[in-house]
């Protein structure tokens, strides 16, 4: 289902769905996962935010990936 809000998998962050939004965020599908999203604060300092989010979802979420476990 389709989600009001826009979650990044990496740092957490929740942006409301929408027109502009929705083009600024990175967004991939993962098999395991489904839909994954990358804000764009997260997709311009990581080059290789694909990589990263999906470990980050792997691993648990917003929360695994800010200790460090895939830095
Ligand atoms: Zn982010």
Same mark, same amino acid.
């Given at each position: 289902?389709? @989600?009001? /809000?826009? !979650?990044?998998?990496? *740092? @957490?962050?929740?942006?409301? +769905?929408?027109?502009?939004?929705?083009?600024?965020?990175? =967004?991939?599908?993962?098999s %395991? =996962?489904?839909?994954? %999203? #990358?804000?764009? !604060? *997260?997709?311009?300092? =990581?080059? +290789?935010?694909?990589?990263k989010?999906?470990?980050? #979802? /792997?691993?648990?979420?917003?929360?695994?990936?800010? %200790? @460090?476990? /895939?830095a």
């Open positions: 289902m389709a @989600g009001l /809000y826009l !979650t990044c998998g990496l *740092c @957490g962050r929740k942006q409301a +769905d929408g027109l502009l939004s929705r083009n600024a965020w990175g =967004h991939m599908a993962d %395991q =996962h489904g839909q994954l %999203q #990358a804000c764009p !604060t *997260c997709k311009e300092s =990581h080059s +290789d935010w694909e990589n989010l999906v470990s980050a #979802a /792997y691993e648990g979420g917003p929360s695994a990936y800010s %200790q @460090g476990a /895939y």
